[in-house]
């Protein structure tokens, strides 16, 4: 299903007058409006091609119906997301899940549709049919060296196809660890693992970046092989310059201070980029800003802070990409409403004014660090982020859009109810 350009153009219209007013009040509340509508513009989110259809848990998987059945309807559902809302300009795949027939076809229907491949995503975490080894007692750490080099095999087979693509970044996730003490050697599943992957980065091309994405649990319940933000910070420092460190915001024991963790990543030069969602238990992938939103402010201070410090370009320099599971709501709404949650978290952070900040934190005035924060934080910044999709193109409202033309509803008469797409 595409959407045409005049139809989002006639939403606009009629919802004009409104937008007009409520932009100008907020376009008052900040100096420098338009270098914050230019980065909004210029930032886009990668969307998970694992997330299109309904997620599940052990438990059950209840299907919305029209999802998509292949690659091709996959693409086709993210650029739907990008047409209506400016934001989602990218698609992040995961090998076997999403493997293309025809690598070029999929790279033209994907530029087509403005879209271009973020991180390709290998999966060492489930046992394929066709494959003579399983990773029962974990991939890239096992103690069998024939187990260690089907996963290394399998990652170089992923970056020759994010390569065919013209992806630039190969995300390692490794479910490995132990659930039982006793049952694992710490130091030489470390050894076992950083081997492994430095045999996969050496198949690197130049240009690339290894993303390390580190889990505090699940599915091993003991010890994680890469399971927090020391040990993956360990692994892209012997690995070398191209691997970096993957920040899933679900993956972190219960009130981990992520926003410090991302700022000291960030003053290593090793921090490669996100997993957003949301979560109040485990990795509950649940949708991003649903839960900590002051979180999620927080963490892009820090992000803004931090790659102004070295100089980086917000748009282009972290990849930034969702990681979500929607059990229970419409995978396109779920996804549109993560994306608003990551641009009004920038847009807040962006009005932050950090030398008043950093006055404050000089004068030791807690009190005053937290209004200049929560002043930033409790700004309505929906008119900005909305003035900066009418100026690209999109709907004002994408998430009211995409139920006015009830595109749910046409995509089941195209698809039927009982479609399911790969994925978790
Ligand atoms: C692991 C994870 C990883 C993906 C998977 C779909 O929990 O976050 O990023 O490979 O989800
Ligand atoms: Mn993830």
Redesign the pocket.
Known sequence: MQIEGYKIQEYNNDHLKHHRHRFEFASSLASNIESIISKLVDFQVAIPS?ALGAGGTRFGRFSGGGEPRNLEEKIEDVGLLHALNGSSGAISL?IPWDIPDDASAIKTLAAQLGLRFDAV?S?TFQDQASQPLSYKFGSMQHVNKEVRKQAIDHNIEVIKQGKALGSESL?V?LSDGSSFPGQLNFRKAFQNTLESLQEVYSELPSHWKMFV?Y?AFEPNFYSMTVGDWGQSLLYATKLGRQAYTLV?LG?HLPNANIEQIVSLLLMEGKLGGF?FNDSKYG?DDLTVGSIKPYQLFLIFTELIDGMDYRGMNHAIDLAWMI?ASHNIKDPLEDLLQSVEAILIAYTQALLVDKKLLEEARLNNDVVRAQEILQDAYRTDVRPIIAEARLRSGAALNPLQFFRQIKVREELIKDRGSKTVATG?
Do not use: G, Q, V
Request: charged residues 35%; without cysteine; glycine residues 0%.
């Open positions: 694992w995961h995503n999966n995300t996730w994405e889990k899933d993956h997993h990795d990681d978790l």
